[in-house]
Structures are given as structure tokens and as C-alpha cells.
């Protein structure tokens, strides 16, 4: 019968059969140590018995085996065990690209990413993925404690989902298909069922930047819910969902993110602190003597310098910017023309997108054509409006890039299993 790593500490002085990989061996003098990781953790195996150390000897990294032993206690009182025999289950027969023993990988990223089958062993990246893991779960948590149904977008679209022309299209058949940019469209259609819905969403996007927060295959956190006053119902859902992703992640992550040496995130008390794009730029010019004169969108660099406010003036990480000049076809102006939109900047970077939406279908279907789009190719989506909408809004925020700063990752690749970009398709080269 199998024993995992993790019950060993209650077995002490029993034999117990362990089945993991390999992690590494060493030799100090005529002592043998191995340690072997299964699922629950990692525990270290000795011996001085010549035979099993000559085995030893033989056996790679990574090899997959079985091996019995007596638990016992180590002179400062972890538990190992003393071998007793080793059984190889799938040997390994060479080196990997990848120094997986190194506490810090000493490949470069490039040769990391096209050995990223084996690199993901590494426990960097086993820490990383963990705490993504961790925040996944605690978002479903939250939003399903708020009342927010799960739902799931289609990736195959007959057209765009956010306008513009960062688009992917494809052969589908006889016809052309594009990859979803956003689940923005069905995330408001299931408004229209469920008043709340949350989803985790996969969007393309076919944008030639090469940077370190950008991918063309992103994941967001969605969000959506009926019935909001101001988008400052928007801004106080995500203020929580992020504070309770957070703490959680916080507590149960702990080991992972000091082996990682992220630093932990300021947030402070209440909804995180917002600024208009007008007092935004009001900021940047008064304070950073940067010119922003004419803007519709923020720079990377002024986002930088709002961060560096943030932190100063309000103790926090976070900060929203609403109401900008530019907005999705979608996104709701009011008569005076002003846009309820928002992003959130963390860190030098905006991780999220959000704001209130029209609910009226004269209203969207105006800003359809005024985008240049044919509402026709939206006729599924807009029959929504005809049907009873309550005002509403949400946000979509950037999961890789929240994984980034919770983990305290520079660039965005580290925290995608396989990513894409203008130069990989699934973490392989592709010029
Ligand atoms: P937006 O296009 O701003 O908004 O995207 C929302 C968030 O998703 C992340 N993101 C990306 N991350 C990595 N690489 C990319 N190429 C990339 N593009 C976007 C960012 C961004 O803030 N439908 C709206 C959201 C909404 O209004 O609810 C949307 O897609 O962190």
C-alpha cells in the first residue's frame, strides 16, 4: 500500500512505502541521500547500506520510484526514512535542458519557455502555479458567496466581441470565424438571465506587442451583475473580491510566496481610492510635470508615476481611474457625454478594465455604427436590450497579470503555463 510524503511525521519507527520522482541524491562520505517528492511534499531518504548505493548511483533525477523504509526522526526532527529498498518504476536516462535542482532557474527565460514541459518541475514554477491555482479558487468562493453564477463563453465567434482590430480569424469551414477577444458580450447576456455571473475567461487578442504584460492568449476574471447605481458598485465588488482573493491566498500560500520573495500587496481600508481620468492628469501634470494635454488613455509611464501616488498619498498598491475619454462600443455614456469606465492600476500596470454598460437599445446600437461595426453581426447580443436589461456593468480582470503581481513575477510568461505571443504559440518558438 502506498504512504504519502505528507503522514510520514505519523508513522514514526514503521516501515512505509513511498512512490514519487526523484529530486535530487547526494553522497556525503558513506551515506546516501535522496529526496523524493510525491504530491504531498518532499522527504528525504537515507542510506549506508553499499548496495542500495550503488543503485543509487546509477538512478537519474526525475526517475520515478517506489521505495520502502523505516520512518524515523532526523537529529533536528523531520521526519526521513531509512531505506530500505528501492524499486525504479520508469527510469530516467538522460539530463533534461532544464537545471530543475538550481533553487533560482539559470536559464534564461527563452530557454526555459521552449523546454516548458520539464521546466514547470522546476519549484519555482511549481510555487507559481500553486498560488494561480489559490487565487482561482478563492475568486470562485467570493463570487459564488455573492451570489454569482458561473457561466461560459464561446471561444469559436462569427465576430468581434470588443471592436477594434486586434482580431484572429480563422478558416471555419467555408466560412471565416474570429477567437473571442473578451466573453464581454455573454457576460451581459447572462445578466439578462442570472442578474449576477462570474467566469473565467479565456481572450485573444492579436496585438503585435512585445512587452512584459501582454499575450495574444489572456485569461479574465469576469464579472457582471444587474441593478447597480454608479459604477461605484463596480468598484466596491472588486475592491472586495481582490481583498478577499488576497487574504486567502495569503494565509494558505505562505511557504510559496516567501520561497518566491513576493512582497506582499498594500491594500487599505475600504474601497480601493479612485481618481477620475481629469484628476488623473490633473496629478500627472501638477506633480510629474508631464504634458497631458489632449490625452484619451493613459500612458505605461503615467500609469507608473499613479502607482507611485497611490502608494505615497493612500498607503495602497490600487488605485481606479474612471470615467476616461475613450471606451468600448459598449461601454455607457451619460448625457453630458461623460463615460462610466474603470480600470485598476497595480503596480505599474492596469490589471483591470470595467465600468457601467448601455441598457438601452437604441443607445448601443447608435455606438455600434458609430464604431464603424454593422449591428447586424451583433443582432444576437442586442436582441437583449429588447427584452428587459437592468442597468449594469462589471469588470474583467487580467488573471495572468493579478498572478504577476500577487507572485511577484516581472515578466507575464513566467505565469502562463504556455504562453503565446507575436513570437511563441504555446510556449514554442515560432520565428
Ligand atoms: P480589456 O481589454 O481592458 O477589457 O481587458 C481586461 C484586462 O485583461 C487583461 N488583458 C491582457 N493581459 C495580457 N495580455 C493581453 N494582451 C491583455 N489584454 C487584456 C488586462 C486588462 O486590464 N471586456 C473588457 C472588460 C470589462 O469591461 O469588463 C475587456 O476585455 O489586465
Redesign the pocket.
Known sequence: MRNLISEIKTKLDQSVTIKGRLISKRELGSISFLEIQDFTGICQFVTEDKSLISLIESIHPQSILEVEGKAVSDPKGNPEIHLESINVINAVKETPGIDLQSKEPKEKLETILSHRAISLRHPKYQDIFKVEAAIIQSYREFMTDFGATEFFSPLILASSS?GGAEIFELEYFDSKATLAQ?A?LYKQIMVGVYERVFGLSK?F?A?N?NTR????E?T?LEFEMGFIESIDDILEVETNAIKYILEKVYSKCEKELDRLKARRLMVPEGTFPKLTFDEACGILDEKFKIDTEGWDDLTTESERLLCEYAREEFNSDFIFVTNFKKA?FYAYRDKEGMIHNV?LLCKEM??????RRFDSYDDLKMSIVAEGMDPQDFSEYLSIFKFGMPPHG?????F??LVMLITGQDN?RECILFPSDPKRIASQNIK
Not at 350 to 355: D, L, N
Open positions: 470588443e473578451s464581454q481572450c487578442r496585438e506587442s504584460r501582454h499575450v495574444t489572456a479574465q468600448a480600470d492596469e490589471i483591470s478594465s470595467g465600468g462589471g469588470f474583467g480582470i487580467g495572468e497579470r507575464i
